[in-house]
């Protein structure tokens, strides 16, 4: 006969009310009867999934790393799609960011959230902790076994890119990444490189580069074009003739090192982005790249978590598609009139 929460309330000496509180990591309680009653629920083999709470509270969790709107505003929209979403159907959503030295638990207990959306990057102890709370989590813009998820097609959007770039007459580009932790960066590179496969055309590794670790965005994707360009010279090497970069920001990084340089875009060097971010549409030249619906991320995590499901952590993945967008960055070979 399988254990239910009456059999652990009484193997811990507490109330059923207080183990409900303790799997559901509610507050009201101290930190040893927590965790004495999870360890009891665990030793007895209790699924704490029977616990089904009626979702009210939803929390938007987010690295710290990515909580600096103003030089990468990509969550910023999604979470407004979030927020619009939770309103919609009424509920109370909350936004936590969280680094790796933050006490998580407790923050959790003060949030009380009846579940979580988990967006971005976060490292494996996090999520690892988070799969314990046996709450409905939702991953947006991230992918791990045992986790619903929503993400963005990333591999369709760098083929499009990549395809586009081959059909202007480039064949020399460059692929400017970051941190393959993260799913969304590892994916586009992975893209990045089947299209040359696909295209039939060598790949040449020394033109993929990733951002430095440490650096704040756009310092760090300046460094990255600043290295491509030595490193050409330095071989004696063609310069690239395009760049994709794994996002708009450091597209625009990397496009300001190259006119600094005195290199002209596209007539040198064409650029493209992904995201299609504000500052894609309005830089000089306007920014070639891969619109992603943003707030739709949002909205469609808000949906996962209230899927009904008979375990609120079954895995199901969900892909948002691309566009993609010309612009004035990366215009074809012969349209470019040299004065």
Not at 34 to 41: D, G, K, L, S, T
Not at 135 to 141: Q, T
Not at 218 to 231: G, S, T
């Amino acid at each position: 006969m399988a254990t239910t929460i009456r059999d652990v309330a009484r193997a811990a000496s507490v109330s059923i009310g207080t183990v409900s509180r303790a799997l559901k990591n509610q507050p009201g309680l101290s930190e040893a009867t927590r965790v004495r009653v999870v360890e009891v629920a665990q030793r007895l083999g209790y699924d704490s999934a029977q616990l089904r709470t009626r979702i009210r509270r939803v929390m938007f969790l987010l690295h710290r790393q990515h909580n600096n709107f103003a030089v990468s505003p990509f969550f910023s929209q999604v979470l407004h799609g979030f927020e619009e979403a939770c309103r919609e159907r009424r509920l109370v959503p909350s936004v936590l960011t969280a680094g790796p030295t933050q006490d998580l638990a407790q923050q959790m207990r003060l949030h009380a959230p009846d579940a979580i959306a988990v967006a971005g990057f976060v490292e494996p102890e996090l999520l690892g902790h988070l799969q314990t709370l046996a709450r409905p989590i939702v991953l947006i813009d991230l992918c791990a076994p045992g986790f619903r998820s929503v993400n963005i097609d990333n591999a369709k959007g760098a083929s499009l890119a990549m395809a586009h770039l081959f059909a202007t007459g480039r064949r020399r580009i460059a692929f400017i990444g970051g941190s393959l932790a993260h799913h969304s960066i590892a994916q586009r590179a992975l893209g990045y490189r089947k299209a040359y496969f696909d295209a039939g055309l060598l790949f040449d590794p020394t033109l993929e580069i990733n951002a430095q670790a440490g650096l704040p965005a756009d310092l760090a994707a300046a460094d990255a074009m600043e290295r491509l360009i030595a490193d050409a010279r330095a071989r004696s090497n063609p310069l690239p003739d395009a760049v994709f970069a794994y996002n708009d920001a450091a597209a625009l990084a990397a496009m300001r090192v190259c006119l600094a340089h005195g290199l002209r875009v596209p007539e040198d060097i064409a650029f493209v982005g992904f995201d299609d971010i504000p500052a894609a549409a309005h830089s000089t030249p306007p920014l070639s790249t891969v619109a992603v619906d943003k707030e739709a991320l949002g909205r469609r995590g808000v949906e996962l978590l209230l899927e009904d499901h008979p375990n609120p952590l079954a895995q199901t993945d969900s892909l948002m598609s691309v566009e993609f967008i010309a612009r004035a960055s990366s215009r074809q070979k012969e349209d470019i009139r040299t004065p």
